[in-house]
């Protein structure tokens, strides 16, 4: 065990980033395993990151059109098999209630993996003509996919999600809808989580169980890896013909409509401990963060009572201008408090005893950025008159520095390769930008052989032709497809 671990009980990233990752989930109280294996009970502050970025991704929903609906758990079995690609791909992670009430069912029920189907059910109800669309509807919800190798946030039995389901009258609109949607959740992961992402097109063999098309956004975490955070997919017709979804268009023909689905999970949350943390512990976005700033009075008896008075009344003043401000007012020491709150990733720490009192000022520390020759955080003095003002500013400063550091890793962990032996080695931290056939058997293959997979094609970048990495036939895609491995 390295000497961190003894003082901060943790493993250093950078020595065993799965240790480390376990253990800051348990130590930060982000959430814990449930009786069931492979489900998880999302703690109170892991809970709060869940509602701040439903709040904040439900409202760009909204402001893109979009509406609120809820849609059953259970799903007939027989839904599921009217759309032969989207049973196969699910079939392995089904779970299937075949009895109820003391009896057998007369058809087993599905818990929901994703509801195209029983949506597509709804759909074929409520459309008729091409005065009903477009319908656009979202849900958020809990899934359930029995996963073998379950992994909290990342991987589990259920999660919690949202799901979008849209359905238009042609073929160009539902892809402009399946693009906007990908640019939604690429500016959010970038404005809201600081990690920026590549959006791409994911080949045949990584699509979508049903779809035509399915679009990712990929993001690097610390350790080189990707992460899909959210996908958005154009269905075509296929549901629609499983379902019957038709409508009368404008010449009185009847048509099948054109659907799509969309979705990100409590994965995001996975996604911001793995890109943004340190060996010291989490390193939350302040968009994203329970608490952004977390004052720390220091003091006994009356000096003590001081500070923290004074504490409070900065508190107050902060919680007025929206600020998610915490007082720590245990009864523990300051060292056991910073680090505690450096644990948890709070963005900004202030800290506030006797001589600040005296000398009107707090001192802030960023939870990341400059420290000085010790390793130790710098810290702002900050006014009294200036306090309140300031914080704002400087929430939004670290959240600029966490993306820019993100983009400067991502930009020194990735490259173009037209070698083997040079992508095999690339992508074992991180990416690797390469030509590719497009074969489903060919991207086995490079899986056996590298560990990799194609992340996606990427939506933005240049046109350029070669040949496979692997087999050395032409490339497919027209650009350079991102490879990488993956959680």
């Known amino acids: 065990m390295s000497n961190k671990k003894s003082q901060l009980g943790v493993t250093p990233l950078s020595e065993d980033v799965s240790a480390w990752y376990n253990e800051i989930v348990f130590k930060a109280e982000l959430a814990d395993r449930g009786p069931a294996k492979g489900t998880m009970v999302i703690r109170p502050y892991g809970y709060a990151m869940w509602e701040m970025l439903q709040a904040q991704l439900d409202q760009r929903f909204k402001d893109t059109g979009h509406v609120n609906a809820y849609f059953p758990l259970f799903i007939p079995e027989s839904y599921l098999h009217r759309e032969a690609d989207h049973v196969e791909g699910f079939s392995p992670e089904l779970a299937v209630v075949t009895h109820a009430g003391g009896k057998e069912l007369d058809e087993p029920l599905v818990v929901r993996p994703t509801s195209e189907t029983v949506i597509g059910e709804m759909y074929a109800r409520w459309i008729s003509s091409y005065r009903d669309l477009p319908v656009l509807i979202n849900a958020w919800n809990n899934v359930v996919r029995w996963e073998l190798r379950p992994r909290i946030f990342l991987r589990t039995t259920e999660f919690l999600w949202q799901e979008g389901h849209t359905a238009h009258a042609d073929e160009a609109e539902a892809m402009e809808e399946t693009l906007q949607m990908l640019d939604v959740y690429a500016e959010f992961a970038r404005n809201v989580a600081a990690i920026p992402m590549i959006e791409g097109e994911k080949t045949p063999g990584e699509r979508f169980a049903g779809a035509v098309r399915t679009f990712t956004i990929e993001g690097m975490m610390r350790d080189g890896k990707a992460l899909q955070s959210g996908t958005s997919h154009y269905l075509g017709t296929n549901f629609a013909k499983a379902f019957d979804i038709t409508y009368t268009d404008v010449n009185n023909a009847v048509q099948h409509v054109h659907t799509t689905s969309w979705g990100m999970s409590t994965r995001m949350i996975g996604a911001v401990i793995l890109a943004h943390g340190d060996d010291q512990g989490l390193v939350l976005p302040p968009r994203l963060a329970p608490i952004q700033i977390v004052i720390i009075p220091i003091g006994r008896d009356e000096s003590g009572e001081a500070a923290l ?77 200036d306090f309140v003002e300031r914080v704002p500013h400087m929430l939004d400063e670290y959240h600029g520095y966490l993306l820019a550091r993100a983009d400067a890793f991502r930009e020194e962990n990735t490259s173009s390769t037209d070698d083997w032996d040079a992508f095999a080695e690339q992508v074992s931290t991180g990416f690797a930008l390469a030509f590719h056939c497009g074969r489903p058997e060919c991207e086995d293959d490079i899986k056996s052989a590298s560990a990799a997979t194609p992340r996606c094609i990427p939506t933005y970048g240049e046109a350029a032709e070669g040949v496979c990495i692997r087999c050395d036939n032409p490339s497919t895609y027209g650009k350079r497809v991102v490879f990488s491995r993956a959680y």
């Open 309 to 385: 008075a004074k504490a409070n009344e900065l508190a107050s003043e902060l919680r007025a201008g929206g600020v998610r401000v915490h007082v720590d007012d245990r009864d523990a020491s300051p060292g056991f408090k910073f680090n505690d709150w450096e644990l948890k990733g709070v963005p900004l720490r202030a800290e506030l005893g006797p001589r600040d009192l005296e000398a009107g000022h707090v001192l802030v520390a960023h939870r990341v950025g400059e420290h000085d020759e010790k390793g130790r955080a710098v810290k702002e003095t900050i006014p009294f008159a």
